[in-house]
């Protein structure tokens, strides 16, 4: 019989074996949501990188497929982002007129050959490879590079299409803190930066894998922002990869950011998040990958794992107006309801003092929506993947209003010394001063908290031992009215 790893996640994407690291070429094309990654299928830690593949038409139900551009013994096949060419701009399309999709990604070269010798330095520049066969199968343009500085940081290509059909290119210069834009009318030809951005923000570690868009402020498209996202890494309050982001105004040439930077994700676990281009009806899709440079290649497997990480759900990205200041907010798709499985569990006006509530509830891939108000608790929120002497707690600290995912008591935690070493927490404002509206995804391996409309997201990997599905919600010092829950058991979907 097949080894069934406990540890599998139920409803978050992982290929059957093997490595993964970011999500590339994020890319809606003909019905279909193209998920690739940087992938190892020979082992479970970073190795020789390629493109590993999945497609989706609701970014839940995923389909791996085969390898999609993939490395050889001179090039590895870094990050990078895919647009589809509707106008075969690039002239790489089948025949003339018909759409082509053009994967832009790094090339890493280890050693590079100067002078007549080799030298032990690398080399990263932006190629291009096509598909005429709806991403299945991807030729490498022949005369690769398309951008090439000689520099051995510059990596991870962002490329979209402007309102004027012509070609952004956003590329990191990683150890300068720097953000490069480029602009070309046929993705091959992309000549000198038309400006840059940056240092500033986070200027700690590298920048990696840059995205910008648009969004209209509370719906409203007479009030377009641009966001945009730099992953650092280790940058993290605490310890790791993390994403910052900046709110302001492109003008086809340039960002201009209106004030500080802020934290994409509070928890550890959300790296080098990227959008959907093209996506239907002008909406903007997020994945990361749920892991972290800092302790990736030491998290726990068993002996029948063959694979290591996965992604976040993906999740719907908005701009609104919260507490007078314009916020990025972030939730799951919709299409998450989807695998939602009866029976659901609710109840209504619960009152919890020093105490818990739930003893009944278990389940280990769940959809949890709760609304606590009439607070009057020093600390209240919910356990899950609880059991004797294991617990991860996402809740709010009243004194200090402060939310938290908290995973020191998570099950295995010593694999490194900053797993679990504090909680991980972000500021945050009640509603009215008394009502908190939570979202929490919780799947084997990982908990996915989202607090009010999504402004503050605190994403965690954990490792509890798979007897401990008890789910509880919780009041401390005090008490919390819980003015309704539900809790969803969740679909499998991806094994
Ligand atoms: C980010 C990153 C990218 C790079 C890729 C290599 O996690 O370091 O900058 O392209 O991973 O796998």
Redesign the pocket.
């Given at each position: 019989p097949p080894l069934i790893d406990p540890m599998r996640p139920a409803y978050h994407y992982t290929p059957k074996i093997g490595w993964v690291?970011?999500p590339n070429g994020l890319v809606y094309y003909k019905g279909e949501y193209h998920l690739f990654y940087?992938y190892d299928f020979e082992s479970i830690k970073?190795g020789n990188?390629s493109w590993g593949h999945a497609v989706s038409t609701d970014m839940v139900h995923w389909t791996e497929l085969p390898l999609a551009i993939s490395y050889t013994d001179e090039e590895q096949i870094?990050?990078g982002s895919a647009v589809v060419d509707s106008t075969c701009s690039s002239g790489l399309c089948a025949s003339r007129d018909t759409p082509v999709l053009i994967a832009t990604y790094?090339s890493?070269k280890q050693h590079v050959e100067t002078e007549g010798k080799w030298k032990d330095r690398h080399i990263q520049s932006q190629h291009i490879a096509s598909s005429t066969d709806l991403g299945r199968t991807w030729t490498k343009y022949k005369n690769n590079p398309v951008l090439d500085r000689n520099e051995a940081e510059f990596?991870?290509p962002r490329v979209q299409r402007l309102e004027d059909g012509s070609w952004l290119l956003l590329v990191?210069m990683?150890e300068l803190h720097q953000l490069q834009f480029y602009k070309s009318t046929d993705l091959i030809h992309w000549g000198e930066p038309i400006s840059t951005f940056g240092p500033t923000g986070i200027v700690e570690g590298?920048w990696?894998?840059p995205d910008m868009f648009p969004l209209a402020v509370d719906g409203d498209p007479k009030n377009i922002k641009w966001v945009l996202i730099i992953?650092i890494?280790p940058g993290n309050r605490i310890i790791g990869?993390a994403g910052q982001i900046f709110i302001g105004d492109f003008d086809g040439t340039s960002f201009k950011n209106d004030g500080d930077y802020d934290w994409l994700d509070w928890g550890m676990d959300n790296?080098?998040t990227i959008t959907w281009d093209n996506a239907p009806n002008g909406e903007r899709y997020s994945i990361g990958?749920m892991s972290n440079?800092a302790y990736t290649e030491l998290t726990p497997t068993t002996s029948s794992t063959k694979f290591r990480n996965t992604f976040t759900t993906p999740r719907k990205l908005q701009l609104k107006t919260i507490g007078g200041k314009v916020r990025l907010t972030q939730m799951p798709v919709n299409y998450l309801d989807a695998i939602r499985l009866g029976p659901v569990l609710q109840a209504d006006k619960v009152t919890v003092k020093d105490a818990v509530h739930g003893d009944n509830i278990r389940g280990r891939a769940v959809d949890i929506e709760v609304v606590f108000t009439n607070v009057d608790a020093t600390e209240f929120g919910v356990k899950v993947h609880a059991g004797e002497g294991q617990e991860t707690l996402v809740g709010f600290e009243v004194a200090t209003k402060r939310a938290f995912v908290d995973r020191t008591k998570s099950g295995k935690v010593d694999f490194h010394e900053k797993f679990a070493d504090s909680r991980h927490w972000a500021p945050f404002e009640l509603q009215d001063a008394k009502t908190l509206k939570l979202r929490v995804l919780v799947d084997h391996g990982s908990v996915e908290a989202f607090f009010g409309e999504g402004e503050i997201a605190i994403t965690d990997v954990v490792f509890p031992d798979p007897s401990k599905d008890s789910i509880q919600f919780y009041a401390k010092g005090g008490s919390v009215v819980i003015d309704s829950y539900s809790v969803w058991q969740m679909d499998k979907t991806n094994n």
């Open positions: 690291n970011d940087q970073h990188m870094f990050s790094t890493y990596r991870d990191q990683s590298v990696e894998c992953n890494n990869s790296y080098a990958w440079w």
